[in-house]
């Protein structure tokens, strides 16, 4: 069984940086994509970053493009995502989320995705 579970999520000032990593267990290094995504109070879930098996190939939503990485360790039982130069709007619960199907040009679909941790707080304060 897959499971997800994220760390990492806390409160930071403008311009402050965070990692939040998700530990995976269950789900094969094959996996075809990994995800972040996150949701704020009254908002759509929406996808920031994405990685393909591999770590092969990376995408990012235009607005946190520049700033935040998305990596996956060696092993693939890790993913991660480096968050610099946070502003106010970053704040949201964000998700790890995994699927076998390909991340392509609909990697920031949440039905894409079959597997989700329970979310990690980030509040980014002015």
């Known amino acids: 069984q897959v499971r997800l579970v994220e760390s990492g999520g806390a409160s930071v000032q403008t311009g402050g940086s965070l990692r939040l990593s998700c530990a995976v267990f269950?789900?094969?290094?094959?996996?075809?994509?990994m995800a972040w995504f996150r949701q704020a109070p009254g908002k759509e879930r929406e996808g920031v970053a994405a990685?393909?098996?591999?770590?092969?190939?990376?995408y990012y939503s235009d607005s946190v493009k520049g700033r935040f990485t998305i990596s996956r360790d060696g092993a693939k039982s890790v993913l991660y995502l480096q968050m610099n130069s946070l502003k106010p709007e970053d704040s949201a619960m964000y998700y790890c989320a995994a699927t076998y199907n390909l991340c392509g040009g609909s990697w920031y679909w949440v039905s894409l995705f079959s597997y989700w941790g329970q979310g990690t707080q980030v509040t980014v304060s002015s």
């Open positions: 990685i393909s098996s591999g770590a092969y190939s990376t």
């Open positions: 269950g789900y094969t290094p094959s996996g075809a994509c």
